[in-house]
């Protein structure tokens, strides 16, 4: 049963351009979240993808966009890179909300570099 | 954004030591949950509490949910080299159609001390 599998692992951008980073969620999920981890603190949310719909947001700009596809997988999109984007990008995911299991699983992360 | 309150921030403890940490937040949560992480990796799921006052072992680990809902502790007992990592514990709101993001704390670094 593969778990929660994201790419690329490591990236580094230059500050300005624009990254696409993907997501599988685990066997079974149908809900993917994407987090922020800057060092030294815990994810933060970005935003949450159920049924090919934006369901909910976090407090990040319009720069920060994303994607659903029909098989449940995902992308996280960053346009007008800044050095502070630098964090790790973490892919969750659960089963559909409304479920009581609610217990989200992630992946080990895209290590985003701008410079 | 918001992170809840998690003490101590650090701990440096022998093998053997059982541990202790908690999780504080101004706000309820429905669910609780207890992560750890290694580096260079996801956050892994060590334990879920649903409902306010559950104590729920894994192993050596034990959490409680609080019965304010505000809070939640994690014990480790008779630690080992691989309980090394940081310690996160996240609130969830739902289950519950359109809030369904986790919050999670500032984390706890756990060091095992040869």
């Known amino acids: 049963d593969a778990g929660v599998t994201q790419s690329p692992t490591h990236l580094i951008k230059t500050r300005g351009q624009q990254v696409t980073l993907r997501c599988s969620p685990k066997s079974g999920h149908d809900t993917v979240s994407w987090y922020q981890q800057a060092l030294g603190q815990g994810p933060q949310f970005i935003f949450q993808y159920y049924e090919e719909e934006e369901r909910q947001r976090g407090n990040f700009p319009d720069r920060f966009s994303g994607h659903q596809f029909p098989n449940y997988s995902s992308e996280l999109n960053v346009n007008a890179l800044l050095l502070g984007d630098s964090a790790l990008y973490l892919c969750?995911?659960?089963?559909?909300?409304?479920?009581?299991?609610?217990?989200?699983?992630f992946g080990q992360g895209t290590r985003l570099t701008v410079v | 954004g918001q992170q809840l309150n998690q003490s101590p921030q650090s701990m440096f403890i022998q093998e053997g030591e059982d541990v202790s940490m908690n999780c504080t937040s101004s706000s309820i949560f429905n669910t609780w949950l207890w992560y750890k992480q290694e580096p260079g990796e996801g956050p892994v799921l060590l334990i879920a509490?649903?409902?306010?006052?559950e104590l729920t072992s894994n192993g050596r680990l034990t959490a409680q949910f609080g019965i304010t809902r505000k809070d939640s502790f994690l014990n480790i007992s008779a630690s080992i080299p691989s309980d090394v990592g940081i310690y996160f514990c996240?609130?969830?709101?739902?289950?519950?159609?359109?809030?369904?993001?986790?919050?999670f704390g500032t984390g706890t670094r756990l060091t095992i001390i040869p």
């Open positions: 509490l649903y409902k306010a006052g």
């Open positions: 969750a995911s659960r089963n559909a909300p409304g479920h009581p299991n609610t217990e989200a699983f």
């Open positions: 996240a609130g969830h709101d739902g289950p519950n159609f359109g809030n369904e993001k986790l919050t």
